[in-house]
């Protein structure tokens, strides 16, 4: 039997519900989507490496992975002028590593 009284009170959690759109919305976009695909194949790349690969400009690189960042759905480790990246461990990037294996 659903324990609605309990289902009622998770969908009351308004700021995971909003975090989890936002980052739903984050990867609905067709460049941040392909990095992140990029990311589940490579455990890190760089900045260039992402760019070169998806042939697009370095700033389109740069400004998508500052909004996945924001969102604490990669991480990034400087390496002097080069700046890598890679998945961090969520579960939101658990499900979109599951989902894109899968395709």
């Known amino acids: 039997m659903v324990n609605k009284k ?7 959690n308004r700021k995971a519900l909003l975090e989890c ?5 984050l990867v609905g976009d067709l460049t941040r989507m392909k990095i ?7 455990k890190e790349l760089s900045v260039g ?13 740069s400004h998508s992975l500052r909004r996945l960042r924001k969102h604490h759905l990669v991480n990034s480790r400087r390496d002097y ?20 294996h899968n395709l």
């Open 6 to 12: 309990q289902i009622r009170k998770k969908l009351k």
């Open 21 to 25: 759109a936002k980052q739903f919305g």
């Open 36 to 42: 992140c695909w990029l990311l589940c194949e490579y």
């Open 49 to 61: 490496e992402i760019a070169e690969t998806l042939n697009v400009s370095i700033s389109v690189v």
């Open 81 to 100: 002028k080069q700046v890598f990246y890679s998945l961090s461990n969520t579960s939101f990037n658990r499900l979109l590593k599951k989902s894109l």
